[in-house]
T-cell receptor, first 114, second 111 residues
Framework: KQEVTQIPAALSVPEGENLVLNCSFT??????LQWFRQDPGKGLTSLLL?????REQTSGRLNASLDKSSGRSTLYIAASQPGDSATYLC?????????????FGSGTQLTVLP | DTAVSQTPKYLVTQMGNDKSIKCEQN?????MYWYKQDSKKFLKIMFSYNNKELIINETVPNRFSPKSPDKAHLNLHINSLELGDSAVYFC??????????FGEGSWLTVV
């Protein structure tokens, strides 16, 4: 069964730092990998989606990479800001079968201190 | 306009009651989902519908019954609510395995 793991579970950094969030998955038959942000009391907002044929995607200060062979994805946040404080979740979508479903990691809770 | 909207946002109810959560998406997507987020913030798929047909039905109690009257709607009905059903329930939609869009969540508290 697919497992998605996120490390660290929580991270606290001073404003302005660059940081990396890690996501690992056990099943390499991947269709895509998505990164989400969840603010307290809110739903999930999609940040980046990387297709299995891609190695990275960028949006503003965010860069997500995908390494299928090692079963890893990273989310790089440049020049962090207090407004980046949230829980970041990665989700794996498999490529096999018609009943595809996202499998989520447990998230990394990020706090950016002013 | 909200892409995926679900109601109610907050629901407090007594054990044993029956309640429904409604979800609508205006994105024209063909697939809709219900996810449950527990107290540890872990998100788990419950159901998935594609073009009004049930395609994913994870191991959830049969007190939970989804209904999809059309492609744009997926409702969740829960019978005989139990304390352990307290959680946040998220509706979501996507098109052909692309980006998935989530609703704001429905906070269910069973007392």
């Amino acid at each position: 069964k697919q497992e998605v793991t996120q490390i660290p579970a929580a991270l606290s950094v001073p404003e302005g730092e660059n940081l990396v969030l890690n996501c690992s998955f056990t099943d390499s038959a991947i269709y895509n990998l998505q990164w989400f942000r969840q603010d307290p009391g809110k739903g999930l907002t999609s940040l980046l989606l990387i297709q299995s044929s891609q190695r990275e995607q960028t949006s503003g200060r965010l860069n997500a990479s995908l390494d299928k062979s090692s079963g890893r994805s990273t989310l790089y946040i440049a020049a962090s800001q207090p407004g980046d404080s949230a829980t970041y979740l990665c989700a794996w979508l498999g490529s096999s079968g018609s009943a595809r479903q996202l499998t989520f990691g447990s998230g990394t809770q990020l706090t950016v201190l002013p | 306009d909200t892409a995926v909207s679900q109601t109610p946002k907050y629901l407090v109810t007594q054990m044993g009651n029956d309640k429904s959560i409604k979800c609508e998406q205006n994105l024209g997507h063909d697939t809709m989902y219900w996810y449950k987020q527990d107290s540890k913030k872990f998100l788990k798929i419950m159901f998935s519908y594609n073009n009004k047909e049930l395609i994913i039905n994870e191991t959830v109690p049969n007190r939970f019954s989804p209904k999809s009257p059309d492609k744009a709607h997926l409702n969740l009905h829960i019978n005989s609510l139990e304390l352990g059903d307290s959680a946040v329930y998220f509706c979501a939609s996507s098109q052909a395995g692309n980006t998935i869009y989530f609703g704001e969540g429905s906070w269910l508290t069973v007392v």
